[in-house]
């Protein structure tokens, strides 16, 4: 299995809701990583979970809430989300931290 | 944060001509990555080139990397249609990848 998963495909919430993006990947991979990408705009790294644990925080908001249950599952919490957080939510993953990244197809995320 | 810039931001070429994209960067890298991506879909991996190579080729493409100017280029020969995408490079320079603001390339049939 060499790719990376990502459900939902499309997701539309109202900024009250809580709903949660899924990312899965069974290459073995120990890093995994969560980008934001804005329409006509590069991904922006969010978060890196390095050998299940969170290495880095890009100063996200705490509105975005990552966790990563085992080495093969990462999870975005989103709640209480703006307008301005509507976006493509890419996830990743990698060998190890420094290695080529395979990135999923995404979630496109429309707040309402 | 964005590490590169590309150029061009855009560009328009017609089948079988070959396109040439450039991205520049600031700090010092362990290696440099381009990626391709379909319009709101995931990125794929094209070609990696480490921090102590100059070249490299896969099938029609062809990247150059000078760390001495940082920049590189990412040179595509004979287009095709399906060749029409957004590219991006990226940097690794701490372990974690940075993207330019990337080039649309368009390939007229």
Not at chain 1, 6 to 33: D, F, I, W
Not at chain 2, 12 to 31: D, H, R, V
Request: with cysteine.
């Amino acid at each position: 299995d060499t790719e990376v998963t990502q459900t939902p495909k499309h997701l539309v919430m109202g900024m009250t809701n809580k709903k949660s993006l899924k990312c899965e990947q069974h290459m073995g991979h120990r890093a995994m990583y969560w980008y934001k990408q804005k329409a006509k705009k590069p991904p922006e790294l969010m978060f890196v979970y390095s050998y299940e644990k969170l290495s880095i925080n890009e100063s996200v908001p705490s509105r975005f809430s990552p966790e990563c249950p085992n080495s093969s599952l990462l999870n975005l919490h989103l709640h209480a989300l703006q307008p301005e957080d509507s976006a493509l939510y890419l996830c990743a993953s990698s060998q190890e931290r420094g290695k080529t990244q395979y990135f999923g197809p995404g979630t496109r995320l429309l707040v309402l | 944060s964005q590490q590169g810039e590309e150029d061009p931001q855009a560009l328009s070429i017609q089948e079988g001509e070959n396109a040439t994209m450039n991205c520049s960067y600031k700090t010092s890298i362990n290696n440099l990555q381009w990626y391709r991506q379909n319009s709101g879909r995931g990125l794929v991996h094209l070609i990696l080139i480490r921090s102590n190579e100059r070249e490299k080729h896969s099938g029609r493409l062809r990247v150059t990397l000078d760390t001495s100017k940082k920049s590189s280029s990412l040179l595509i020969t004979a287009s095709r249609a399906a060749d029409t995408a957004s590219y991006f490079c990226a940097t690794d320079s701490n372990n974690d990848m940075r993207f330019g603001a990337g080039t649309r390339l368009t390939v007229k049939p």
